[in-house]
């Protein structure tokens, strides 16, 4: 069965303090790894698709990166609005099966 | 471009009742999705649908619940005679299904349902 593990369970940063969120997983084949940021009370929301190990995407403050075995979400230079939920997927390859299993997340606060 | 829609919001039914959950998937989108959030836990997969057709219910709960995509008009979940358990946040997801690499799924606001 898939693993997805999330470290850490909450982080809190200065503003412009940067720093990264890991996401290890365990699947026989990967077919995705997504990132999503959940605000409270909000569904999540998509960031980003990696789909092979050394793939990295960028958006403003984050970027993400793919291993075989963990991605990470690095936040630069946060900003108090960075604050929130970041949400680890996989999706595995197995045919006709398009369910994504999800870590817990990593509660994210950005103090000015 | 509007995005997944969810309703109700939320949703609050005694123990014994029934509570139904509405999903529009994007404009363009074939594919739905629903997840359970229960409180302190992850999403977890609930069940997989595409136009009247029910991909993969591995997550779903043997008894008290169903879901279907019909031609016309939104995904529904369907709890029946709802039980304390059943309170959580119950999310659809949708995704276009025009392609065989893993699409990415796209959220609704989420149903808090609240079972007294």
């Known amino acids: 069965e898939d693993q997805v593990t999330q470290s850490p369970e909450a982080l809190r940063l200065q503003e412009g303090e940067s720093s990264s969120l890991n996401c290890s997983y365990t699947?026989?084949?990967?077919?995705?790894l997504f990132w999503y940021r959940q605000d409270p009370g909000k569904g999540p929301e998509f960031l980003f698709t990696l789909y092979s190990a050394g793939e990295e995407k960028e958006k403003e403050r984050l970027k993400a990166t793919l291993t075989k075995k963990e991605s990470f979400l690095h936040i630069t230079a946060p900003k108090p609005e960075d604050s929130a939920t970041y949400l680890c997927?996989?999706?595995?390859?197995?045919?006709?099966?398009?369910?994504?299993?999800f870590g817990t997340g990593t509660r994210l606060q950005v103090t000015l | 471009n509007a995005g997944v829609m969810q309703n109700p919001r939320h949703l609050v039914r005694r123990r014994g009742q029934e509570a139904r959950l509405r999903c529009s998937p994007m404009k363009g989108h074939s594919h739905v999705y629903w997840y359970r959030q229960l409180p302190e836990e992850g999403l977890k997969f609930m069940v997989y649908?595409?136009?009247?057709?029910?991909?993969?219910e591995s997550g779903m709960p043997k008894e008290r619940f169903s879901a279907e995509f019909p031609k016309e008009g939104p995904s529904i979940l369907r709890i029946q005679q709802v039980v304390r358990g059943d309170s959580a946040a119950y999310f659809c997801?949708?995704?276009?299904?025009?392609?065989?690499?893993?699409?990415?799924?796209?959220f609704g606001p989420g149903t808090r349902l609240l079972v007294l």
């Open positions: 649908l595409q136009k009247e057709n029910i991909i993969d």
């Open positions: 699947v026989s084949g990967l077919r995705g």
């Open positions: 997801a949708s995704s276009p299904g025009a392609s065989t690499v893993g699409e990415t799924q796209y």
């Open positions: 997927a996989v999706l595995e390859n197995t045919g006709t099966a398009s369910k994504l299993t």
